[in-house]
């Protein structure tokens, strides 16, 4: 027989053997290759219709398991989103008030500090180099990206990132954790990666956060590069005191996140978290956008992507030009940015970013802290800027300005400039204002200029207090509000007066 008719015949056995798999799947929730056999018009054995079906199982929603020479098939159930009870809920809400970093954390911190160093960490010596480290650290990150040395991977760096960054970064990362739970983008069980896991902080935090939980459950991977910053990951995570019962942090995988990782990663990975970590690598955004999605190959197909960077004008808006890059490259954005004209964004003067109650300094801060510069070593305010990434096309905010509607376009704010018109925007900031005017950053994803509204207090009335309360996010109608251009930000200020009404979309519909 020659080649090419030896071909026709095998794709049409292939092709036979996927329908008659197609058919008998969509009939038994689990059944046995061998019983495919007897359907098929040229005798295979159940390895042979294994070795056809294998690249397409993903795609038919099937498992394999082998059962002697026989294989097992079974239907693969879709992942079930977890819903935290009412219980669950009430703890995940009082988040934001659980103000105290877990003093059993602290500790072993502190612990760790006096292991390292060969003295006790109160010890003045031993206070004054952790000084050091830290003032070296924050002088460092005011500079650009490709300037600054990253001293925080080495030595005495590590032990000051312990002391004044991991605290923060910690209850920031659970509080995002319960955006995620409340959102419904956790399952029943997460198959979690954090990438660049610097001493721990991320699984740590999502432990502390499962350990809320009744029955949710979570195994936790991690990559990092530096050997000091595994070194305390190791040591924390074992000593830490944070409860594991829900969520297992497995040893973490050392390697490089820009070079070849990918035999070394699970896959499925449900949520993938970069905290504080891409800003910091060089290169362009197109570099790091190229990094995101070499990673969300390894995502599962339902899977978000977690990316929180500091709330410093810079990285913040760094981090939205990286978001859409990767949007134009086929992840959707699921929040917080909403695109509700289906326009795409200017996102390089974009500075948006959350707000949180601060936290309690750790009794290491305070000790820092007693010299003659305390606030320089005291770090409790919480401000961050994420981004949520999705493969499936999933977004948070579903809204669209409906066709004919009389509001204007961001985009074309600088031809009403004095006039008052009706616009429907997102809400991307807390209160940026002071005591005698509130100011809220808009984006309505058009725009190419920032653009503010400003509400003097003394105008604030039922009608448009909405503004004050309104989620970080939400989607806000403002009907009557007069355009001021700001020379000095370049920016445009929306005002809100007593005339003004505002109204969440939602409650209009
Ligand atoms: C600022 S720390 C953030 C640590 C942690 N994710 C957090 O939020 O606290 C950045 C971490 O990324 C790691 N990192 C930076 N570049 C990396 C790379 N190319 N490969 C692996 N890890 C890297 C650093 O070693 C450091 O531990």
């Not at 080649?3 to 929730?29: F, M, W």
């Not at 362009?284 to 197909?301: C, N, Q, T």
């Not at 990286?322 to 326009?343: D, E, N, R």
Request: proline residues 7%.
């Amino acid at each position: 027989m020659n080649a090419r008719r030896q071909s026709t015949r095998t794709n049409v056995t292939e092709k036979q053997i996927l329908s008659t798999i197609k058919y008998v799947a969509g009939t038994k929730p689990v059944f046995l290759l061998s019983e495919i056999a007897v359907y098929l018009d040229a005798p295979q054995s159940a390895g042979q219709i294994y070795a056809v079906l294998r690249p397409h199982l993903k795609e038919f929603g099937l498992a394999a398991k082998k059962c002697g020479e026989d294989f097992e098939i079974s239907r693969v159930l879709p992942p079930q989103i977890y819903f935290p009870n009412e219980t669950e809920s009430k703890r995940i809400d009082s988040l934001p008030d659980e103000n105290t970093f877990p003093p059993a954390l602290e500790q072993a911190i502190e612990q760790y500090i006096t292991r390292k160093v060969g003295k006790d960490w109160t010890d003045p010596v031993i206070l004054e180099r952790l000084r050091r480290a830290i003032v070296a650290q924050k002088d460092d990150y005011w500079k650009p990206a490709h300037k600054r040395s990253l001293q925080y991977t080495k030595g005495y760096a590590v032990l000051g990132y312990l002391a004044y960054h991991f605290p923060v970064y910690f209850m920031q990362t659970r509080l995002l954790m319960a955006m995620l739970a409340r959102e419904g983008l956790l399952k029943n069980h997460m198959t979690i990666l954090d990438v660049g896991a610097g001493p721990g902080v991320v699984p740590l935090a999502i432990a502390d956060f499962y350990s809320r939980l009744d029955m949710a459950t979570a195994t936790i991977h991690a990559i990092e590069r530096s050997d000091e910053h595994i070194e305390a990951f190791t040591y924390l995570t074992q000593q830490g005191g944070t409860p594991k019962t829900r969520a297992t942090i497995e040893p973490p995988i050392k390697a490089d996140i820009t070079g070849a990782v990918k035999d070394q990663l699970p896959d499925g990975i449900d949520l993938m978290v970069f905290s504080n970590v891409l800003n910091e690598l060089p290169g362009s955004v197109k570099d790091r956008a190229d990094i995101v999605m070499g990673f969300a190959e390894h995502l599962a197909p339902d899977g978000s992507i977690l990316i929180a960077e500091p709330a410093e004008e810079v990285t913040s808006s760094g981090l939205r030009s990286l978001s859409l890059a990767v949007k134009k490259q086929g992840l959707s954005i699921y929040s917080p940015c909403s695109f509700i004209w289906k326009t795409n964004c200017t996102p390089d003067r974009c500075w948006s970013f959350v707000t949180a109650p601060p936290i309690r300094p750790t009794p290491l801060m305070n000790t820092l802290a007693a010299c003659d510069e305390p606030f320089r070593y005291v770090n409790t305010d919480i401000k961050y800027s994420y981004v949520i990434l999705r493969r499936d096309g999933k977004i948070r905010e579903p809204y669209c300005v409906p066709h004919g509607s009389r509001v204007l376009r961001l985009s074309r704010i600088h031809l009403h400039v004095e006039k008052r018109i009706n616009i429907i925007a997102s809400k991307m900031s807390e209160d940026l204002g002071d005591k005698e005017n509130h100011m809220f950053k808009l984006c309505d994803g058009s725009a190419e200029k920032p653009v503010y509204a400003v509400l003097p207090g003394f105008h604030i009335t039922p009608e448009n207090e909405v503004i004050l309360s309104a989620p970080y996010g939400s989607v806000l109608e403002l009907e009557g509000v007069l355009v001021r251009y700001n020379k000095e930000h370049d920016a445009y200020n929306v005002l809100v007066s007593r005339s003004t009404r505002i109204a969440d979309v939602h409650d209009k519909i």
